[in-house]
C-alpha cells in the first residue's frame, strides 16, 4: 500500500451501526478489497482526496459525550490494515468504550491478537458469498482455498467467543439464492447469517471496475 491508512469521517451519534447500542462512527481509509458493489469506495480506495481527521481532536470529543454514548465502531475501508488498531481499541477502553471492529475477514490474525487482549467487544465481518466466487466478488483475484482458509479460522474464534461475531452478507446483484445458502452453512453452530439488501452504489464506483 502507498499511503497510510487514515481516520477520514466520524459519525457522532448513530442507532444502527451497533445493533442496540448508541455509538460513534470513525471511518477509516484503505483496502485490501476493491469490491465493485462498495458504497464506501473514495474511502476504499485511499481516500486521498478526502481530508484527514484528528484522531486526538476526535478523542476528546468522545471523551466529552462519553455519559451519552456506549460504544464506538470502527469502520472503513478495512480496518484490520492500520498499524495502529490495538493502540486505538486500548485508548477508547480507557474511557470506558464499548469497541466494535468491521471487517471483510482477510486479516484473521489481526482479529485473534485483538480478541486475545479483550480490546474489542464485537467484531461484525463481511462474507461476501460462496469461496468460489470471491475473485468477482471483492475485485481482486483471490484463490478459494485461501478465503476459505481465513474465513475458518474466525468462524473458530467465533464458535469459542459466540457473543463477540457476528456475520453478514450484502445481497449484492452476483448473488442467488442458492450461493446465500452455501454461506449459511459455513457459518459456525447457532450464528445466523445477517441478510443486507443491496442498493446500487454512484456513478464514481466504476473507478473499481
Ligand atoms: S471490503 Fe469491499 S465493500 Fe468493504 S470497504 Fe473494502 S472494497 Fe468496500
Not at 497510510?4 to 445493533?19: H, N, Y
Not at 455519559?67 to 480496518?79: A, M, R, Y
Not at 470471491?134 to 467467543?161: C, H, Q, R
Amino acid at each position: 500500500m502507498h499511503y497510510r491508512p487514515e481516520l477520514k469521517g466520524f459519525l457522532p451519534f448513530s442507532l444502527i451501526d451497533w445493533p442496540g447500542k448508541v455509538s460513534s462512527v470513525l471511518f477509516f481509509s484503505g483496502c485490501n478489497f476493491a469490491c465493485p458493489t462498495c458504497h464506501n469506495f473514495e474511502l476504499a480506495k485511499g481516500g486521498q482526496n478526502l481530508p484527514s481527521l484528528s484522531w486526538n481532536e476526535i478523542y476528546s470529543s468522545l471523551r466529552a459525550k462519553k455519559k451519552w454514548l456506549d460504544g464506538v465502531v470502527l469502520t472503513g475501508g478495512e480496518v484490520t490494515l492500520l498499524p495502529y488498531l490495538g493502540e486505538m481499541c486500548f485508548e477508547l477502553k480507557k474511557i470506558g468504550y464499548g469497541v466494535k471492529v468491521d471487517s471483510n475477514g482477510f486479516r484473521p490474525e489481526i482479529i485473534e491478537e485483538l480478541l486475545t487482549k479483550e480490546l474489542v467487544d464485537l467484531f461484525a465481518v463481511d462474507v461476501k458469498g460462496p469461496w468460489e466466487k470471491y475473485s468477482k466478488l471483492v475485485g481482486k483475484n483471490i484463490d478459494p482455498a485461501e478465503i476459505a482458509f481465513k474465513m475458518k479460522k474466525i468462524f473458530s474464534l467465533a464458535s469459542k467467543n459466540h457473543d463477540k461475531f457476528l456475520f453478514r452478507l450484502t445481497k449484492v446483484p452476483l448473488l442467488e439464492e442458492k450461493d446465500i445458502e452455501i454461506v449459511k452453512k459455513y457459518l459456525p453452530k447457532g450464528f445466523e447469517l445477517i441478510l443486507q439488501e443491496y442498493k446500487e452504489p454512484s456513478e464514481k464506483n466504476l473507478i473499481f471496475k
